[in-house]
């Protein structure tokens, strides 16, 4: 490996783990009340030496939707390159959703708040998320023409499935009973069995 791509890969998972901390003192003291020192503790660093890697704090928050976005995004393109059936995409991409909620940046990220993002950040994230949201939407469209699904609303499946995997991260805990393998299999067989057998939105 190269000089610079050793300097490359170093400044990559340094950042990663700044956000890793921010996104965990961002959960446990919310946005506005968490300091650039509160980020750069954790990590031993001193908060100048932070600076090095990001100029603010609405850089930081933004990086943290910005990663954790990137990666469902790639899940999203992966599966879709597949030639798996809607079922099989759609629970593949439930696992890696769930996965990204749970494993990366200490499972926090995606749940948390980006009111506070100027408007260009803002218009990025937006933009990011709704592409996944769309790609999730188009595999239920799949489903229920193809007639694995039931006719169901895909807009409103969506936000279902999604609501309840962002609710994750209030209650996982690492030390807990499940991870994320078990988690992601547990809500995809929930969800999919909605679709299929017609249990999905019924009181």
Known sequence: MKATERRAKKTRLKREAILRSAAAAFR????????????????????????????????????????????????????????????????????????????????????????????????????????FERGMRAIIVDGVRSGEFRKFDAKLATFFILGAINWISRWYRPEGAFQAKEIGKAYSDLFLTGLANGTLGRG
């Open 28 to 131: 446990r003291k919310g946005y506005y009340g968490t300091s650039m020192e509160d980020i750069s503790e954790q990590l031993l660093m001193t908060k100048g030496s932070l600076y090095y890697y990001f100029h603010d704090k609405e850089e930081i928050l933004f990086a943290c939707h910005d990663y954790s976005l990137g990666r469902v995004l790639e899940k999203l393109y992966e599966v879709q390159k597949t030639d798996m059936t809607p079922s099989e995409q759609l629970r593949a991409l439930i696992q890696g959703l769930v996965d990204v909620m749970i494993d990366e940046l200490q499972g926090s990220a995606l749940a948390l708040d980006f009111s506070a993002l100027s408007e260009p950040m803002l218009a990025k994230i937006i933009k990011k998320r709704d592409e």
